[in-house]
């Protein structure tokens, strides 16, 4: 077996060759200081640097696009209400009848906005440049993480991608009781997280038989070996280094701009 197979992610695009935990923590850096502070400086900081970073990830940006609309919707979404609904502090920048921006509520709009874009992009790129079995190697190998959580977390995301197709069954199943997305806004609501929890119900059952499965056959033994070490490199070093450069500049440019608005003051 070649060393090509037993570590495919030798070569090709940076954030595809860093270790997981790596990304990880720059991940979880950049979150943390988004978190920490409501105003749209730091977060415009902390996105924009995203944005400079996609073409480490070695999609296209369709495929991006494709992955993160919802959160850009949704971002979007956030920002025009909390602007329509903000404070009306500050110089009036458009009035139309009861619609009225100022500068102060259009800020507070962008910072929910930023923030939540900001927030959510990490996450997308951890799990569109991460193997699952690297990133479970990885929690048993340098975390030693018990071994019954590993299982489960790799089990997890392994299924991921049946959850469409349950979420079919599961909408079949229910229209054939009967029960659909008719009637007013409410029922369909209403029948919404109805399946929406059947599909987690569903989903812990079949990681956690999976999970169960996979240690029945040695997979959680006292003593094992692994196929593919999960080792370090200067990449990680340098991925890490960049999640505390990132998270530093949106500190200290924040607080520069006189923006920075520490969440729990």
Known sequence: MSV?????NLTGPVLLRANPLSKLLAAVLVTIVVMLSVDWVSAAVVLGSEILLMPLLGISVWKLFLRTWPFVVAAAVGAYGTALLAEKTGAVLFELGPVLFTEDSVNAGLAIGLRALAIALP???LLTTTDPTDLADALAQKLHLPHRFVLGALAGMRLVGLLMDEWRTLGLARHARGVGFEGNPAAR????LGQAF???VQAIRRATRLAVAMEARGFGG?????????TFSAVDGGV???GVVISAAAVLTAVYAGTWN???S
């Open 189 to 192: 609501f209403k029948n919404f």
């Open 123 to 125: 996450g997308v790129f």
């Open 240 to 242: 890490a280094l960049a």
């Open 222 to 230: 006292r003593e094992r070996t692994w196929a593919r070490e999960s």
């Open 4 to 8: 090509d197979v037993l570590n495919p």
């Open 262 to 264: 520490f969440i729990l």
């Open 198 to 200: 059947g599909l987690i």
